[in-house]
């Protein structure tokens, strides 16, 4: 098993690089389905990790993997500077809210005599 793991390694290493960082500010498409729109670095979250904005408004927490750089002009993207999160924020998280479904039975105009 050791000496697969180590052919399949040796045949992925053939063809494989390591991409270039991107900086703060640079200009990139991201990868969105099947479609590439520009965007613009906001924040380096890891060494593969980056906060991208796109120029709808949308921010997007993006693998290296699924940016291009380029040198499209992204001076138009304003940074909003609610949607740059820490690390350890999640975008998706909402606040709970209490719901109260009042009783049928103390509502006089449903009628739950049986008899």
């Known amino acids: 098993m050791q000496k697969s793991k180590a052919q399949q390694k040796s045949n992925f290493d053939k063809t494989s690089r390591t ?3 991107l900086s703060v500010n640079d200009s990139v498409r991201i990868k969105l389905g099947k ?9 380096v979250h890891s ?8 120029a709808d408004g949308g921010t997007y927490r993006r693998n290296r993997s699924v940016l ?13 500077d ?3 999160l820490q690390p350890d924020e999640h975008p998706h ?5 209490e719901v109260s479904i009042p009783d049928p039975r103390n509502n006089p105009l449903i009628n739950t005599d049986t008899g």
Do not use: C
């Open 93 to 97: 998280n909402t606040p709970q809210v």
């Open 35 to 43: 479609i590439w729109k520009i965007g613009r670095v906001m924040k």
């Open 82 to 84: 609610v949607l740059v």
């Open 19 to 21: 991409l270039a960082p």
């Open 68 to 80: 291009h750089k380029t040198r499209e002009n992204t001076s138009d993207i304003e940074p909003f």
């Open 47 to 54: 060494d593969r990790s980056y906060i991208v904005q796109t």
